[in-house]
């Protein structure tokens, strides 16, 4: 074979080996965008990033998420602001701290609503444990279901590639069942449809309190 081939057949050798090297630094580009809203399903995303509030399962069992526009900091207060929590929760008529140690708490809650022309009324006692700035987990001790448990979750989000947060996903994750009293298809209904109107209240009294 004549030598000019050889070159050419060694230039494109060189050529594709440089092509196929550079593939591995894709995935780190993709990387930048595999933050906790990018790894949702397209229409969660577009709800979520519109504004909106996400609510998905079934049975009472249940997640429900938003996106604020806030420091963590400023979410946390209102997240952990039991005690005044019924100010602006809907249907919540009183929450109070029984037990104050620390990132452990018990707390006392009472909800009231309004189905056809029967008042609802029913109380629970939750135990609560912090991770400052990331999560709150809580389990029923006593009350009026026979379960009720999950937690708050909180992620930073950045809407720019290597910018900073400005936003934080709120995750409630929680499994709520009525006790025998309670017709169960009745309280899963009203259970989920008040899910969106809570993260809606959170949200808002974030950006109240940051206005």
Known sequence: MPSHQKNAQRSAALLTLAIFCC???????ASLFDG????????????????????????????AMVLV????EAVWKVL??????SKFIPNMTSSKVLEDRGD?????QVDSRQVFVVS??????????ETN????????????LSKMEGYWKMEPVSTVPRQPPTQILITYTVNAQPNSSTPPEAFYTIFKEALGDTLQAIKQE????NS
């Open 69 to 72: 526009t806030a420091e963590p």
């Open 80 to 85: 952990t602001d039991y005690a005044n929590l």
């Open 206 to 209: 974030v950006k109240k309190r």
């Open 120 to 129: 609802i009324v029913s109380r629970t006692k939750l135990a609560i444990q």
């Open 104 to 108: 452990r708490k018990v707390i006392e």
């Open 23 to 29: 593939i591995p630094s894709l995935p780190a580009a």
């Open 133 to 144: 700035l990331k999560q709150i987990d809580f389990r029923l001790l006593d009350g009026d």
């Open 36 to 63: 906790p809203v990018d790894r949702l399903p397209s229409i969660q995303r577009d709800s979520l990033r519109s504004g909106k509030t996400v609510v998905t399962g079934e049975n009472g069992k249940y997640v």
